[in-house]
């Protein structure tokens, strides 16, 4: 509930959940020469479809002489990862785990992920995913949600290891799923007043399991992950918010998902403004330049237009900066999802020939390479006849 995989809400990626992935493996291809057409093999009317969108805004991309093009992302590799079958396997891998009640191994697992720092090709941290599993499961691995059975189950794990950080998350989130079954889903004008003492009361009992187990339980930055989703509910001070998230980068200055979750408490939605979201997403890139460059910015991003903004256009994002955040990502981690997912938003949002690069990529990459999604066609067909309407 905490991190929905937003491909899954993208997974925090964009609308890709109607991705049909093939197999992606072919030779390495010649980068895709500027404004020249090149032959696929793609054969589907939709892919042909998609590409002749792609072709289009290249045109006119092209066509804007006053404009230099920037500097075309890495090829894609030859063994271009399905990222799908990637997540898929951890997520399976975990929730087998899980019905055998292997808990030492899930702890081993999670140890894992986090002093390897393991991700995926993509960018995607291999925590994500445990973890998007684990929640699923007590939410669903049972005979209905909420259920008894589920807080069971978590008591048990906690009973049998009691400094395992993921015990100690899984106690913590049975609580607050109690809380959005009384709740329910909705926004909070929805909301049924004798629902709000329930849900209150079980949040309020999810943050005093994850206070009560600081010492092991932060050993894991989900424990800082889960906490700076809670705390927006619990009238803490921003001073105290601050601290929550300074301590959080000082110990995993490298996980990102540390700088989203922290994000969300500076939308407007939750008292914050466009204005302080910037500047946060300004100083994440900064705090996690070591090891992000400065690619947070646009991650950070990424994930605001998916659930929030909608159009960042709304927003008060620096294009210029976000474009070479992309490129510093995608210069890091050079797939196919990672293009077209930056190709859908740049399409979607900037008015410069930026996506093309990324779609010429995608055009000239592994014989293989997935065909377009339908909503980033559409949005690339949509700012070609903004370009053409502007003379841009």
């Not at 609580?175 to 959005?180: M, R, T």
């Not at 004798?194 to 009560?212: C, H, Q, R, T």
Request: aromatic share 10%.
């Amino acid at each position: 509930m905490f991190r929905v995989p937003v491909d899954v809400a993208i997974g925090r990626l964009m609308e890709l959940a109607r991705l049909t992935f093939v197999k992606r493996r072919g030779n390495a291809a010649d980068s895709f020469p500027a404004c020249t057409p090149r032959r696929t093999t793609a054969g589907a009317t939709a892919v042909r479809a998609a590409l002749v969108a792609t072709a289009s805004i290249a045109a006119s991309a092209c066509a804007a002489a006053s404009q230099s093009m920037p500097p075309e992302p890495p090829a894609l590799p030859a063994e271009d990862v399905d990222e799908l079958t990637l997540r898929k396997l951890i997520r399976d891998r975990v929730t087998g785990m899980l019905q055998a009640r292997d808990f030492a191994g899930l702890d081993r697992l999670a140890a894992e992920n986090t002093e390897g720092r393991l991700r995926s090709p993509s960018g995607t941290s291999n925590a994500y995913w445990y973890y998007s599993a684990l929640y699923d499961y007590l939410k669903d691995g049972f005979d209905k949600p909420c259920s008894d059975r589920a807080r069971e189950y978590a008591e048990d794990w906690l009973r049998r290891f009691p400094n395992s950080p993921p015990a100690i998350i899984a106690n913590a989130s049975i609580y607050i799923k109690i809380g959005f079954c009384a709740r329910g889903e909705g926004m909070a004008d929805t909301v049924n007043p004798e629902a709000w003492p329930i849900f209150e009361s079980n949040i309020a009992k999810a943050v005093e399991i994850l206070e009560a187990n600081k010492d092991a339980g932060s050993k894991d930055p989900e424990w800082y992950i889960v906490m700076q989703d809670l705390v927006k509910t619990q009238g803490w001070s921003d001073q105290r918010i601050k601290a929550l998230h300074a301590e959080a980068v000082s110990r995993f200055s490298w996980d990102e998902d540390i700088y989203i979750a922290a994000s969300q408490g500076h939308l407007p939605k939750w008292g914050g403004s466009i204005e302080e979201f910037d500047r946060f997403a300004r100083q994440a890139a900064e705090a996690s330049r070591e090891t992000g460059g400065g690619s947070m910015y646009a991650r950070i991003y990424w994930n605001a237009q998916n659930d929030f903004y909608g159009d960042l256009r709304n927003s008060n994002v620096d294009m210029d900066r976000l474009r070479a955040s992309f490129r510093d990502f995608a210069a890091r981690h050079p797939t196919s999802w990672n293009y077209q997912s930056i190709a859908y938003i740049l399409c979607r949002n900037d008015p410069s020939p930026e996506a093309k690069i990324y779609l010429n990529r995608l055009m000239g990459g592994p014989d293989h390479a997935p065909p377009m999604t339908e909503s980033t066609a559409e949005a690339c067909k949509k700012m070609e006849r903004y370009l053409a309407r502007t003379d841009r």
